[in-house]
């Protein structure tokens, strides 16, 4: 079993920056792949990034067409953490950021896993 909290939402202003974390405990963490998503109020769950581990010392990165050139994300196996950077925020990135993780790359995007965090909430004033 995985457990996986979030942790470094907050309120932010346009144009600012953020880095979420999400801390895993349990499992073999460095085979799994590791997921962002977000929620924001009255609309779908939607994909935000994920990395994969591909051997060796490399990772394979996704990222929803919305965020790209503007999240980053990375992980830090020695401390089973994967992080979100989140710069040059909008209003519109404002939602609840869950982080999820899975042993295939195509679970994870396709939020079709067991492992999911509890949450942690990102608002962009304007």
């Known amino acids: 079993q995985v457990q996986l909290v979030e942790s470094g939402g907050g309120l932010v202003q346009a144009g600012g920056s953020l880095r979420l974390s999400c801390a895993a405990s349990?499992?073999?963490?460095?085979?799994?792949?590791v997921g962002w998503f977000r929620q924001g109020t009255g609309k779908e769950r939607e994909f935000v990034a994920a990395?994969?581990?591909?051997?060796?010392?490399?990772?394979?990165?996704d990222y929803a067409d919305s965020v790209k050139g503007r999240f980053t994300i990375s992980r830090d196996n020695a401390v089973n953490t994967v992080y979100l950077q989140m710069n040059s925020l909008k209003p519109e990135d404002t939602a609840v950021y869950y982080c999820?993780?899975?042993?295939?790359?195509?679970?994870?995007?396709?939020?079709?896993?067991?492992?999911w965090g509890q949450g942690t909430q990102v608002t962009v004033s304007s």
């Open positions: 990395i994969t581990f591909t051997g060796r010392t490399t990772y394979y990165l």
């Open positions: 349990g499992g073999t963490f460095n085979s799994y792949s």
């Open positions: 999820n993780a899975g042993l295939t790359r195509s679970s994870v995007v396709a939020g079709q896993t067991g492992y």
